[in-house]
């Protein structure tokens, strides 16, 4: 992977999520998300990487934010949460996300919120670096909830080297790491060992 310039926008993150937020010592930071499209579901010709919010409540130890752009491969609509250690390459499940809301685009947003397990309420993630979702098969979830527990993250069929292969991430509260641009088409990156994460295309 090329390691890129730097690029953050800060104007269009702000345009973005400020109806989200609102003022108060109980919020980390707000940091944008990004994906690729390297990975099934998406038709390079036409479809822009899914791009995101994410903010942190420590008090109610809450992931909350927004996406737009957001597509699965075939069979897979449930979205799932994890936490990514980019330098150890370790992956830890938070929870699910629920079903993609799809059509998403503009002002039609896909909202969530993600709760954290005990160890990580008040923010304090140690090593792990962003906090990423996965789409798996729809078995994994129903109307009431979770129906099974995905032990890992998928990975990618089109791109086997992708594994895990992830479809939205955004670095945790903390982190030292930096939104990497990685030098073609709309491909960005968080990592604090970047030469050990993939650029998602």
Not at 46 to 66: T, V
Not at 106 to 118: D, H, I, L, T, Y
Not at 149 to 178: D, H, I, N, R
Request: hydrophobic share 35%; proline share 6%.
């Amino acid at each position: 992977m090329t390691q890129g310039i730097n690029l953050v926008r800060p104007a269009l993150l702000m345009g973005a999520l400020g109806c989200m937020l609102w003022t108060g010592a109980a919020w980390g930071q707000v940091t944008p998300m990004f994906g690729g499209t390297l990975i099934e579901g998406y038709d390079f010709a036409k479809d822009r990487g899914p791009k995101g919010s994410l903010a942190f409540n420590k008090d109610k130890g809450e992931f909350h934010g927004s996406y737009t752009g957001l597509q699965m491969p075939p069979g897979r609509r449930a979205v799932f949460a994890w936490l990514h250690d980019t330098v150890n390459q370790r992956t830890r499940y938070v929870g699910p996300v629920g079903l993609l809301k799809t059509d998403t685009g503009g002002k039609n947003k896909g909202r969530f919120v993600v709760k954290v397990p005990a160890e990580f309420r008040g923010g304090s993630f140690g090593t792990f670096e962003i906090l990423a979702f996965s789409a798996e098969t729809t078995e994994f979830i129903d109307g009431q909830g979770v129906k099974q527990t995905p032990s890992e993250p998928s990975g990618s069929k089109m791109q086997p080297a992708l594994k895990p292969a992830f479809y939205l991430f955004g670095a945790l509260p903390g982190a030292k790491t930096v939104l990497r641009y990685c030098g073609h088409g709309q491909d960005f990156t968080y990592a604090a060992a970047p030469d050990k994460q993939t650029c998602y295309d």
